[in-house]
């Protein structure tokens, strides 16, 4: 299923030790690795950062960074992990090392091939982040009893479009259910995040552009130095590092089906909404909100927000 190529690195954005902030494993401290790379854009997405930044990591380096943070439970998380499909070899190969491993997952890619020992947290799209028509909701029937679920509550309708989802199905029944609000200020948190993450790669483009005149100065300077043949097999310079340098392609997100934003599918008999906006969503709002109606869901928040404050990487 693998190629060695796919299985030998991962494009990595982060990977640091932090206390686990959601599902039902907030509270305990563990290493989280954050893949880089993610097939959808939802409108209130935290980690803009991860869209595309991230370096190529061996997968060995990967391990042994995570063996030198000392702990024994790992969050794998993105951007979307399950996108690279050296992501699934990671899982096993953690599981192998007697890690537990939670993954949590956007729900724009098939979770099939997973390891079935790991813990999937997997979204479910609400109308207002505008990707509910990359939803595989396949995925829906591929969940263990062990495994969780996350919707985004973002706005009023966000919330009664899950609630009457929750009615018409029997997935509360069968997996533990977060509702997470989208808080208002999300927009200026994000825009931090996009602002942040385009000086990265400002610095990491200049860096790069750096290395490469400093190589192309040294290979002329190798040529005026070699008699005429000697520059290489095929008589051509080639760039370091560039050999085998895995795609990115897939990362990269597809033009939507629709552009009304879902408004053509539906899943439990309800009709996907046109997106808008969002215009976020108070904690006491959605706990009042879940009360009201009864629904046997967990009020899920970001306890390392909570702890460092919102928007801060590396926590």
Known sequence: MYTAGSQAALHVCEIYTSIMGESTYAGWPAIIVRL??????????????????GEEVPLGEILQRIETGGLRLVLLTGGEPLAQAGSRHLVSQLLRLGY????????????????????????????????QDRQVWENLD?????DEVKFVIASRGDYEWARDFLRRTDLAERQVVHFSPVEPGWEERQADGEREAHAERKTHGDREAGGERKADGKREADAERKPDGELGADGQHEAPGRAGEQSTDELKPRAPASE?????????????????????VTRRALAEWILADRLPVRLNLQLHAWIWGAGTRGV
Do not use: F
């Open 36 to 53: 880089a790379g993610c097939p959808l854009r939802c409108t209130w997405c935290d980690s803009p950062h991860a869209y595309r930044n």
């Open 100 to 131: 537990k491993v939670v993954i949590e997952s956007g729900g724009g890619v098939s979770i099939q091939g997973v390891d079935p020992r790991a813990c999937i947290v997997l979204d479910i799209k609400c109308p207002t982040s505008g990707m």
């Open 142 to 146: 591929c969940l263990k009893p062990e």
């Open 260 to 280: 009304a934003g879902g408004g053509g599918g539906d899943r439990g008999g309800l009709r996907l909404a046109v997106p808008t906006q969002p215009p976020g």
